[in-house]
T-cell receptor, first 111, second 112 residues
Framework: DAGVIQSPRHEVTEMGQEVTLRCKPISGHNSLFWYRQTMMRGLELLIYFNNNVPIDDSGMPEDRFSAKMPNASFSTLKIQPSEPRDSAVYFC?????????FGPGTRLTVT | GNSVTQMEGPVTLSEEAFLTINCTYTATGYPSLFWYVQYPGEGLQLLLKATKADDKGSNKGFEATYRKETTSFHLEKGSVQVSDSAVYFCAPIENTGNQFYFGTGTSLTVIP
């Protein structure tokens, strides 16, 4: 298995632009998680899905952030418009029971 | 709600030193307990886990014992190596759900 796949691995964009991060979970996993990691705030859970349905989005910082999971093999996290304070590493993780498997992350830099 | 408190870092040790990273948690139920490790530039990966009281999880020379009476899951290794330099996260998860509560992470640097 290829593990959790995230793209792009690095993204540099200007303030105000739309950013879309992508995730392909491990086949057969029914839960998917989006995290954000910064030096200041550590690892934060943004949103998680169970069977493609958003269960808890209380960690989404504001309306500029949105996440979708149109099917069991794909999810997106969108930021529009992006701001410099959104610069972070964004991780996607999937699980079938309790153990979560993390992707390599997308390093986002907003200038 | 659930929460987890981890020993603050950064921790710097010499090679072959003994390592302890403390972790205590609060939970409304009976969680499973996990330690994750994050190597530089990578995502988190499972290091070890324990699912019930007095269970000991172990992997790569690391160990942690599920202590229900003290609600703790301290990570230990008898002799650290330079390759153990990473950030370590403690995480309880309730058996009724699958949402993790990660600790703040403890950065470990092992010097030759």
């Amino acid at each position: 298995d290829a593990g959790v796949i995230q793209s792009p691995r690095h993204e540099v964009t200007e303030m105000g632009q739309e950013v879309t991060l992508r995730c392909k979970p491990i086949s057969g996993h029914n839960s998917l998680f989006w995290y954000r990691q910064t030096m200041m705030r550590g690892l934060e859970l943004l949103i998680y899905f169970n069977n493609n349905v958003p269960i808890d989005d209380s960690g989404m910082p504001e309306d500029r952030f949105s996440a979708k999971m149109p099917n069991a093999s794909f999810s997106t996290l969108k930021i529009q418009p992006s701001e410099p304070r959104d610069s972070a590493v964004y991780f996607c993780a999937s699980s079938s029971q309790y153990e979560q498997y993390f992707g390599p992350g997308t390093r986002l830099t907003v200038t | 709600g659930n929460s987890v408190t981890q020993m603050e870092g950064p921790v710097t040790l010499s090679e072959e030193a003994f390592l302890t990273i403390n972790c205590t948690y609060t939970a409304t139920g009976y969680p499973s307990l996990f330690w994750y490790v994050q190597y530089p530039g990578e995502g988190l990966q499972l290091l070890l886990k324990a699912t019930k009281a007095d269970d000991k999880g172990s992997n790569k020379g690391f160990e942690a014992t599920y202590r229900k009476e003290t609600t703790s899951f301290h990570l230990e290794k008898g002799s650290v190596q330079v390759s153990d330099s990473a950030v370590y996260f403690c995480a309880p998860i309730e058996n009724t759900g699958n949402q993790f509560y990660f600790g703040t992470g403890t950065s470990l640097t092992v010097i030759p």
